[in-house]
């Protein structure tokens, strides 16, 4: 089982930009999918993007649009997300989680192990 805590998240203006880390304990981080997904106030969790194990393959929801970038260090058992040109409708939650299946999972489910989160808020 591997621990996920987020770190990074905060207050910023719509076109800022904001790194994301995740950092990973216990067994596994090298040989999992990693993903973040986000979710904002009385809504769902989403998707955002996923990377591959090796992190040669990554995913990327819709709206990222280029905006967003995932990667992760696995000699340092740490997952990032490089987030730019921020709008306020990306104000959520934002969470890491690891899966066993391939970097195409993109559905809650396919996550078995999930941070806390982190809170990024976007003012227009």
């Known amino acids: 089982q591997v621990t996920l805590v987020e770190s990074g998240g905060g207050l910023v203006q719509a076109g800022d930009s904001l790194r994301l880390s995740c950092a990973a304990s216990?067994?596994?981080?090298?040989?999992?999918?990693m993903g973040w997904f986000r979710q904002a106030p009385e809504k769902e969790r989403e998707f955002v993007t996923s990377?591959?194990?090796?992190?040669?393959?990554?995913s990327d929801a819709r709206f990222v649009q280029g905006r967003f970038s995932v990667s992760r260090d696995n000699s340092k058992n740490t997952l990032y997300l490089q987030m730019n040109s921020l709008k306020p409708e990306d104000t959520a939650t934002y969470y890491c989680?690891?899966?066993?299946?391939?970097?195409?999972?993109?559905?809650?489910?396919?996550?078995?192990?999930w941070g806390r989160g982190t809170q990024v808020t976007v003012s227009a």
């Open positions: 990377i591959s194990a090796s992190g040669l393959s990554t």
């Open positions: 216990g067994r596994g981080f090298s040989s999992r999918t």
């Open positions: 989680a690891a899966s066993p299946r391939s970097v195409t999972a993109t559905d809650v489910e396919d996550y078995a192990s």
